[in-house]
């Protein structure tokens, strides 16, 4: 048995169902778990929104760890430099980590696997974050999934492992629970983030509970609908791994065995948890999925520049409500409906033809849930340049859309207020309601709200004329 060993933790900031850190406790009297801020320039740094989050998670991680005797250190720079000192100064015999997927982010793991292993008696990597490993996935011809669909249907006969129960204690003294990430300064626009959240494993837990109780039996018919809370609202404590994906996947199924007329909405609650193992196989499988579009056609898309409208997306000022409203919801809570986001996608990166790429590197920044696989994949959908992307010729009318999925204006009216007064016939299209009604509800076009931006039939025709020439 190993004297001591050290857990890194990365996107797994939570101790149930957490092999790597399972594996330490058994393994070695003494165990040191340790949070890298890595700066190394092959690494996205990560978003201002997410920044926010991950201060209070490792909180919520030091106190966890402390309840068993371990405690948290940090490290700032690059990761095998500070792995490696770590792991020195503590004269570890043993190193563990549950593995990431990115390609840079591999790289940096090998490379300090290689070099820890001159060190360390054990130097292992575990299987944590996602549903089943990238590699195990194949097509009848040993390729990896391009589409969802088949990929859905091979995951659904596939084993999913049972989640690891909560470790047992150390022995002797608690770990130290001090706060962490002293250095941290917070943005004065996500301050108000704190009224939208609950960050830590107890509440990414407590979540999933209310979700399937409470919002799952109606989740098929109302996940589309952004003013009625239905989604799960996992999305975040996912992307920190305060909640594994087995855990959810394990509880909705148990939950679908022992009500048998929920089985429908768990298995499209599943497939969306789906979607987010698909997301990392496209990562895993493909260059910088940030930056490449994956149909190579793409490359020559031509894009336009304009500052002015590419601002006014970021700040809710296009004039079509439904838009405005979801960036607004970004700004305010760090989180955006998923329905929405598809909607402020489309009109950016096909209404206003703008690079999709600047609209993900907005979300990356925004986002409280922004990750490495399922942020720049979801862009790439809806731009129509991922691997399973929608057709070239579906561009969202986001009126219609908000007409269909807020047909009472119910969202907008939350978080466009100047717009309240509206009736339902033009909430979502002030621009064509009559003077009279604009006068009534006290909505001064280019004062109070501003005219739409661009004409959303031209410019979707400009879109197909443009995709075409690919």
């Known amino acids: ?45 990560i978003g201002s929104a997410a920044r926010w989050w ?16 371990i405690p948290l250190l940090e490290a700032h720079g690059e990761a095998k430099a500070s792995v490696l000192r770590v792991l020195r100064e503590h004269d570890a015999r043993a190193l563990f980590w549950n593995r990431r997927y990115g390609p840079a982010a591999r790289q940096i793991d090998s490379d300090i696997k290689a070099e820890a292993s001159k060190h360390a008696e054990k130097v292992q990597s575990f299987s944590a974050t996602l549903l089943t490993e990238p590699w195990e996935l194949t097509t009848g011809q040993g ?69 399937l109780e409470d919002e799952l039996p109606n989740y098929s018919e109302g996940r589309d609908i952004p003013a009625r809370p239905l989604t799960s609202r996992l999305s975040p404590h996912l992307r920190f791994g305060e909640i594994s994906p087995r855990q959810i996947w394990h509880s909705a199924a ?14 499209k609650f599943l497939s969306e948890l789906a979607w987010r193992d698909f997301s990392y196989s496209l990562l895993y499988h493909r260059e910088d999925i940030a930056n490449v579009p994956m149909q190579e056609k793409y490359a020559g898309m031509p894009w336009r520049i304009d500052d002015s409208q590419f601002e006014a997306w970021k700040h809710g000022r296009t004039g079509i409500p439904i838009i405005d ?28 033809l703008i690079d999709w790429r600047v609209g993900e590197q907005w979300f990356w920044d925004c986002l409280v849930d922004a990750d490495d696989a399922n942020n720049p994949a979801s862009w790439q959908w809806v731009a129509g340049s991922g691997a399973d992307a929608a057709p070239y010729f579906r561009i969202f009318n986001p009126v219609t859309q908000a007409e269909r999925f807020d ?59 443009a995709l075409k020439q690919l």
């Open 325 to 352: 409203a979801g960036m607004r919801q970004l700004w305010a809570s760090g989180w955006m409906h998923n329905r929405v986001r598809m909607l402020v996608a489309s009109f950016l990166a096909k209404n206003l």
């Open 143 to 211: 390729k990896p999934y391009s589409v969802f669909t088949p990929f859905w249907k091979s995951l659904q006969q596939q084993h999913i492992a049972t989640p690891l129960p909560m470790p047992r204690g150390r022995k002797g003294p608690l770990g130290r629970a001090a706060p962490v990430d002293a250095d941290y300064r917070e943005p004065t626009w996500a301050s108000k983030f704190a009224r939208f959240w609950d960050v830590g494993e107890d509440a990414a837990r407590e979540r999933l509970s209310d979700f």
């Open 54 to 69: 991950l201060h209070r998670s490792l909180r919520a991680l030091a106190q966890d760890l402390a309840s068993l005797g």
């Open 1 to 45: 048995m190993a004297d001591t060993a050290i857990v890194w933790f990365r996107n797994d900031l939570r101790v149930r169902d957490n092999p790597a850190l399972t594996a330490a406790i058994a393994e070695s009297a003494n165990v040191v778990a340790l949070f890298v801020h890595e700066t190394d320039k092959a690494l996205r740094p």
């Open 407 to 465: 047909a009472a204006g119910q969202y907008v009216r939350e978080w466009m207020p100047e717009l309240a007064q509206l009736p339902d016939k033009w909430i979502h299209n002030p621009a064509a309601a009559p003077g009279d009604v604009l006068r009534a509800a006290k909505v001064e076009l280019g004062v109070v709200y501003p005219r739409p931006i661009v004409d959303l039939g031209l410019s979707r025709q400009r879109a197909l004329d």
């Open 254 to 267: 148990a939950l679908a065995q022992k009500e048998h007329r929920l089985a429908a909405q768990v298995d």
